[in-house]
């Protein structure tokens, strides 16, 4: 074979490779998800190479999880309404994303939809693909800084009214990070072919969230505990 017909041999198997990745980020961003939280996410996923789609209440798709290599739910309000929410074509598009081997982060709101969460309004359905029974971890909705064990280590990160979960096998979940109780605040872990990612404290927080607060970030460092999962679900 010529050195030239390899050559476009391989430009051709490097095109058809680039063209099969999964390349695209999808946030949630109904009418309860709070102001920056959508765009942090968004950021973070900018940062790692990914193209950034945002979606309403019924805009989630199996067309466009097909092109999705992550769904991601931000921190925010549950619904006044069921219109606020996911539809049930919603739910069951991200479901079956999950089981065929995509991959779901939920950060605080995003958690407690993730699970068995029952919301204020009659006939809320979450999603139900994590191993835990999920509960609020405060009973106020103030902000405020969480101190929290990540792999053994004392650090902080910035939460507001998020969940805590209890595993209902704790062999079907990777704990990452515990509140000062014990309780479970991040973890991950498999539903069908694809894999979970939860967090109820926000380690993707910026400077503007603790300055609009007036709370000081003990661990300015915080955003290399999200990297941590994020590695976990993309790489292992």
Known sequence: MKLSTLFILL????????????NLAVIFNGPTIC????SSLGKIMRKRGFEVKYVHPGETTPKLLAKAAI??????EDVDNLAQ????QDRDAIRNYVANGGIYYGVCLGGYWAGDWKGTQPGFESLGIIPAHVVAYSKTLE???EKITFLGQTRYAFFQDGPAFILNDPSAAQVFATY???MVAAFISKYGKGKVGISGVHFEAL???YKGNKLK?????HGELGDRLFDELFFN
């Open 11 to 22: 430009c051709l198997l490097c095109t058809q490779a680039f063209a099969d990745t999964k």
């Open 71 to 76: 769904y991601l739910v931000p921190g925010g």
């Open 180 to 182: 000062e109780n014990g």
């Open 217 to 221: 970030d003990p661990d300015p460092k």
């Open 85 to 88: 929410g996911w539809t049930a």
């Open 207 to 209: 400077p503007y969230w």
């Open 35 to 38: 102001g920056g939280c959508e």
């Open 143 to 145: 902000c405020r800084i």
